[in-house]
């Protein structure tokens, strides 16, 4: 039997973004919300990986994975010097996360959707820059109306950076620094131009 071809692509090397990248995108799905441990996509390997246990009643509000062939790095981390007219902080060095908006019962991970940017939350994890974009799944019943995140209803924005603000914190911790810091929500203008930066930097990355 002939197995050229075969074999699984790497969900952050061997896929692409799709041809109407960055007005739609292929994002791969690491984690939806009826997970109860935190999976994540082993860089070496691909395959998806158990990071955690999630320990606390943090429950992820949307789809959430990343962008393959994207990379957080210096260019995509600009945009975050200027908002805060800095200089040093750098990208977190890893692809680009996103959330995928869906009326849908999504049971499970490791999966490759279809989704249309409409704006972006920009983090800071530990001082690295750590965006996370918003979308909403192409051809979804409930969101796909949905051009802008300043469409969306606050209750879920609000959600989405409750959640990401203090998923990463531990109850009882007495270091008073919060790891999270909320910068700013952003438009789908430019959350398709940190999807540009980070495809910039990703092919900057695999050049070296």
Known sequence: MDCKGLHKAH??????????????????????????????????????????PQKFSNIVPSLYGFLPRTYCGAKMASLANQALARYDIDGDGDPLDICVLTEKDVTHGDIL??????????????????????????????????TDIEQLPKDITRRLVHYFTTYKDIPGDTNTRKRMEFVCLYSAEVAKEVIRLSIEDYNDLIAM
């Open 113 to 146: 959707v279809k989704a249309r940017p409409i704006g972006g939350i920009r983090l800071l994890d530990n001082g690295q820059s750590d965006d996370k974009i918003i979308a909403v799944l192409k051809d979804d019943a409930m969101y796909e109306n949905f």
């Open 11 to 52: 969900p952050w090397h061997g896929i692409d973004l799709g041809p109407d990248c960055p007005d739609t995108v292929r994002a791969f799905i690491e984690i939806v919300p009826t997970d109860t441990v935190k999976y994540e996509v082993d860089k070496e390997s691909g395959y998806l990986s158990l990071d955690r």
